[in-house]
C-alpha cells in the first residue's frame, strides 16, 4: 500500500485527532494485529470477541505503525505517544467500514491482475499452487494464510505493490452475499472456483444455493476481458456457467482437473490420467492441454512430493492459470514437482513415538474427510493405518448422514483402526462398524485428551496416522503435542 495520512482519512471519512507532521510518509500494509506491526504500517483498531485493538494503539505506535485509525476519542497520553513518533491518529465513525473504504481507495491504484479464489474444499492449496506457477515468471503478491473474510481480503490488497503483476486472493464465505462483497472491494479479473461441496451447508440448507453462493465470484468478473477456471468433472459446472452468464457475457471459460477431455466444453482444457501412487503416497500423473496457445493437445509428466487426488486437481487449476498467463508448461511443470505441503494440510510427520503422522487437522468437510481416508488407503504403511477423526461442522440437517458417509469411507478403504471423538463422531463409528470394520478396532471419545491416550496405548513405529477434524476440534494442538 502507499497511501498517505491524508488520503486514508478522505477514504474513511475521518477526522485528524493527531495530524500527520510529514504528509509525504505512506501506510506500507494495513495491520490489525498490534503484534504484527511493522514500521511504516497503518493500524486499524477493532474491537473483536477477545479482546479490543483499542487497547494496543500505544503499542502499535512504539512498534513505528505510521498512522493508526480508530473509532473512539484517544487519551492524551496517546496523543503525546504518536507525537513523539511522528505518527498520526484518525478517528472515524466505524472502524471496520474504514478497513473497507481504504482498501477500496487503494485498489484503485493496483494495476496487477486481481484474481480471485472461492470453492468448497482446495481454496488455500490452489491459492498456493497459483501463487507459486505465477511467481516463477512474475511478481505476485498472495493471501497468507486463509485470510479470506472482510477483513483477511483487505490485508491482502493493502500489501499489493504497484509493481505486482498478479494479486491472488482467497475468498471465503458462511452465508449468500458474502462472496460478492468480497468481489465489490477486490475487483477480480480473473475467477476460480475450486467446487461446490457441502461445507456451510448449515446455513444455505441446499448444495444448489451453495453453489450460488459460490457462483458470486464468477457474476463479478467483468464482461469479455474477464477469465473463469471451473473444475471439469464438478457436478455444478454447467449451473455455474449458466448462473453467472458466463457465455452470454462473453467471459472465457477454462476447465480444468478433469479425468478425461469433454469436447462438449469446446474450452482450453487441462485434465489428468495416469494417476499413480508412489509408496509414500505423492502423486505422479500425465497432464494434458488442450486449446491454449501455446501449447495444444500437448501431455506432460507431472510428479508431485504431496499426495491425495484433490492436490492433483489443483495442480491442474495452477497449470491452466500458468497457461493463461503465457508461462511455458516446462516452468509449471518444474514448479509443481517442488511443490511442498502447509501445516495443518496434509503436512507429513513423525511422532516422538516414532510412527507416522498425516497432519490434515486445519479444517474438514465430507469431501475432504473421505480424500483424505482414500489417500491414507494408498499411503505406504508397514503397520496400522490408523484414522483419528473428529466432528464436521456447520452441516445442518445433513449432519448425521455426512458423518455416516465418512464412517462407510472408513470401511471402505479398509482403515485399521479408527478412533473417532467428538458427538457427531459417534455416528463415523457406527456406521464404520455396521459397513465391516470390527468394533475392535473402533474407539469413541467425547474428549479429544482421551482419544489422544488411547492413540499412544495402540499406536507403534512402524504405523501411520490421520489427524482431520473441523478446527474447533484442537487436533492441531494433539498434533503439536505429538511431534514436540
Known amino acids: 500500500m502507499n497511501l498517505n495520512a491524508e488520503q486514508i482519512r478522505e477514504a ?28 511504516g504500517d497503518l493500524f486499524v483498531a477493532l474491537k473483536g470477541e477477545h479482546s479490543d485493538g483499542f487497547e494496543y494503539i500505544n503499542d502499535a505506535i512504539n512498534d513505528r505503525a505510521s498512522i493508526v485509525v480508530c473509532d473512539r476519542d484517544i487519551a492524551d497520553d496517546t496523543k503525546i505517544i504518536a507525537n513523539d513518533h511522528a505518527a498520526s491518529i484518525i478517528k472515524t465513525k466505524d472502524a471496520r467500514q474504514a478497513i473497507r473504504d481504504i482498501t477500496v481507495e487503494w485498489r484503485k491504484n493496483i494495476m496487477g491482475k486481481i484474481i480471485g479464489i472461492t470453492g468448497s474444499v482446495g481454496k488455500t492449496s490452489t491459492k498456493n499452487f497459483v501463487s507459486q506457477v505465477l511467481s516463477s515468471k512474475y511478481q505476485v503478491t498472495s493471501t497468507d494464510g486463509n485470510y479470506n473474510n472482510d477483513l483477511g481480503l483487505p490485508i491482502t490488497l493493502c500489501k499489493a505493490n504497484l509493481e505486482d503483476d498478479f494479486v ?22 480473473w475467477g476460480i472456483i475450486t ?22 465470484l464468477a457474476q463479478a468478473i467483468p464482461d469479455k476481458i474477464g477469465k473463469m477456471f471451473l473444475w471439469a468433472d464438478d457436478d455444478f459446472r454447467n449451473f455455474i456457467i449458466d448462473y453467472a452468464k458466463l457465455k452470454e457475457r462473453n467471459i472465457e471459460t477454462i476447465f480444468f482437473g478433469g479425468t478425461k477431455y469433454i469436447e ?33 493437445a500437448d501431455s506432460f509428466s507431472v510428479k508431485l512430493n504431496l499426495p491425495g487426488k484433490f492436490n492433483v486437481i489443483n495442480a491442474c487449476a495452477a497449470f491452466a492459470v500458468g497457461m493463461m498467463a503465457d508461462i511455458m508448461p516446462s516452468k509449471v511443470i518444474q514448479v509443481l514437482n517442488n511443490l511442498k505441503g502447509e501445516s495443518g494440510r496434509f503436512e507429513k510427520l513423525t511422532s516422538k513415538q516414532g510412527f507416522s503422522i498425516i497432519n490434515d487437522a486445519y479444517n474438514a468437510n465430507p469431501q475432504s474427510m473421505i480424500g483424505s481416508l482414500e489417500t491414507l488407503a494408498t499411503s505406504r504403511c508397514s503397520g496400522k493405518r490408523i484414522a483419528f477423526l473428529g466432528d464436521m461442522l456447520e452441516l445442518g440437517d445433513y449432519t448425521q448422514k455426512a458423518h455416516e458417509e465418512v464412517g ?35 474407539f469413541w471419545f467425547e474428549k479429544t485428551d482421551n482419544a489422544k491416550l488411547k492413540l499412544l496405548d495402540l499406536a507403534s513405529k512402524d504405523d501411520i496416522v490421520l489427524f482431520k477434524a473441523s478446527n474447533i476440534m484442537g487436533f492441531q494442538k494433539v498434533v503439536e503435542e505429538l511431534v514436540v
Request: glycine letters at 6%; a negative charge.
Open 264 to 296: 462438449s466444453l469446446d474450452s482450453p482444457q487441462v485434465w489428468f490420467e495416469n494417476l499413480k501412487t508412489d509408496e509414500d503416497g505423492n502423486s505422479s500423473f500425465d497432464v494434458f492441454l488442450k486449446g491454449f496457445i501455446n501449447s495444444d
Open 168 to 189: 491472488v486472493t482467497e475468498m471465503g464465505m458462511n452465508a449468500p452475499g458474502e462472496i460478492a462483497n468480497l468481489c465489490d472491494i477486490a475487483q477480480p479479473e
Open 12 to 39: 474513511c471519512d475521518g477526522e485528524f485527532l493527531v495530524p500527520p507532521l510529514d504528509t509525504t510518509v505512506f501506510s506500507t500494509a494495513l495491520k490489525i494485529d498490534s503484534r504484527k506491526i511493522e514500521c
Open 408 to 442: 462407510l469411507a472408513v470401511a471402505n478403504n479398509k482403515i485399521d483402526i479408527l478412533i473417532s471423538v467428538g458427538k457427531f463422531s459417534k455416528d463415523i463409528a457406527k456406521a464404520a462398524e455396521k459397513n465391516g470394520i470390527s468394533p475392535d478396532n473402533i
Open 195 to 216: 467446487n461446490v461441496g457441502t461445507a456451510h451447508i448449515e446455513f444455505l440448507k441446499t448444495q444448489e444455493n451453495i453453489a450460488k453462493a459460490k457462483s458470486e
